[in-house]
């Protein structure tokens, strides 16, 4: 079925922690606030929600720690999932809509239900169901007041006036009429999805302190009823501006966090992380009337992370690739030098405006530069960077914008029809000498070049490249030396990595191969046409061809072109 965290070693860390500090705690992830209606409100002069002016303080306590930081495992989810939908009204806020309008909301497999979004991004995968419609079980009124639980902070203040309490009390409630074991679906003796609906509008809309902002967050410790544990829930409004108008934009979010995905706007809200382009950033909110009617897909990373897609890994240098667009099942391609498998590379995918991406900002291929060390982190995305930019840090998925603006990094705007390439500034590649470049966060050279790449259509094609390649930079007046040169790696020894560079006399194919010492082939590092006067500075990792660490001891490393062959000694030290 699916594949969560070990929820009980963290339950049991986190609640020692918990009364160690003298509190409750939890992982919480939210919704974004919707970007126009927060400008309209900041616009009027009215102050920041609650949620938004305390995040540090909250942040403390829990606010916005997606479910995956709790432990590396991935997530994936597949099969038919049961999700529990609890409908809650209140003496002071009494409900407004037909509970049946949720079953038809949630449930049924049509366009603008999460049922039916889920279908589509995991391509038939997933399908979300539920035992006990909303319809069967009714509004359920809590027993304390809806001011209560929100106590004019969101519902994220301190326990017990906070939503941890009122998914207490309403589960205690319903506990006579349904069977939580129904929905452990993966057999881990925890409830995987509990769905609360409270009356009224949420706070990521109307930013009163006096509503609700839609969050994920846990119980904690952890409630036992019919075998199994209450932790993980999410909390979603009855409406947003009146009775009858709720979208599944937010619902489809909030269960991207229940699933483990990590929030991938910028939660301080310097920046907008990745934008409308994102289902778990502002693209929850995409629509026809931008209250998330129609919520983009998934970026690549997520649908990957959740085993929805898998990435093509590009090991040698190919062109002319055909990219089908993602809702035709279109693949993902990655991309790094030589095909390195690590924490840092490229995704490049092929989004049109059509189905639940219907309102993207533009349409083209996507190229995502993704850095999975900041990926376990509370707020993978809160670190914006930019050319001329001092601040340290990025973001862990960071769309790589075609028009070299940084439109989301400078909070201009959630993306534009410049953002996919080639864009409105035709740009038709993406390599290391392009603006934007395909260097790594550290500065170097990734090697990855998309290039070639056709206009905006359905299935579009593209150069992909991972290794030395034509893209080079001549330049003039260049004194070409005589022979070949190629220097001695450094550090030798080494471990884990060394660096080789060598300059060609003339042109033509060169290849620079590792070998053991028994002459054994180990990997090879190039094999490309490279022009004359050439510097070239290559990285070997200690892996062999198939990714398996080299074993200590002495190894050759032999460049051979043309009209030269040179072979130099090297030694790894594990």
Known sequence: MRHIIDKRREFIRLIIICFMIGGLMATASAMPPNPETLENHLNQGKPLPYYLQNRPELLERGINTPLKAASPAKTSVSGSFNALAILISFSDKAESVDPAKFDTLLFVNQQGSVRNYYNDVS??????????????????????????????QNGTGAYPNNSQKLCEDVTALIDPYVDFSQYDNDGDGYVDAIILIHTGPGAEYSHSDSDIWSHQWSVWPPKSKDGVYICDYCIQPEYWLSPGDMTCGVYCHELG??????????????????????????????GPSGMGSSPAWMDAWSRIELGFATAVNVLTNVNSTLIENVEGGGNIYRLWSSGTIGDEYFLVENRQKTGYDSYLPGSGLLIWHIDESLLGSMTPNDNEWYPGDTSNGHYGVALVQADGQYHQEKLINSGDTGDPYPGTSSNMTFSPLSTPNSFSYAGENSYVVVDNISPSSSIMSADLHVSFASDIEETEDIILPESMQLSQNYPNPFNPSTNIMLQTAVGGRVTLTVYDILGRKVKQLLNDYVPPGVNINLKWDGLDQSKNEAASGIYFYEVVTENDREVKKMTLLR
Request: hydrophobic fraction near 30%; glycine fraction near 10%; charge should be negative.
């Open 257 to 286: 966090h229940i699933f483990g995905l990590p929030d991938l706007y910028d939660t301080d809200y310097s920046s907008r992380g990745a934008g409308k382009w994102s289902v778990m950033s502002y693209g929850s909110w995409c």
């Open 123 to 152: 391509y038939g995968q997933l399908d979300i169901i539920s035992i006990d419609l909303p319809s069967s079980v009714g509004w359920v009124q809590a027993p304390e007041t809806y001011d209560y639980y929100c106590n004019d």
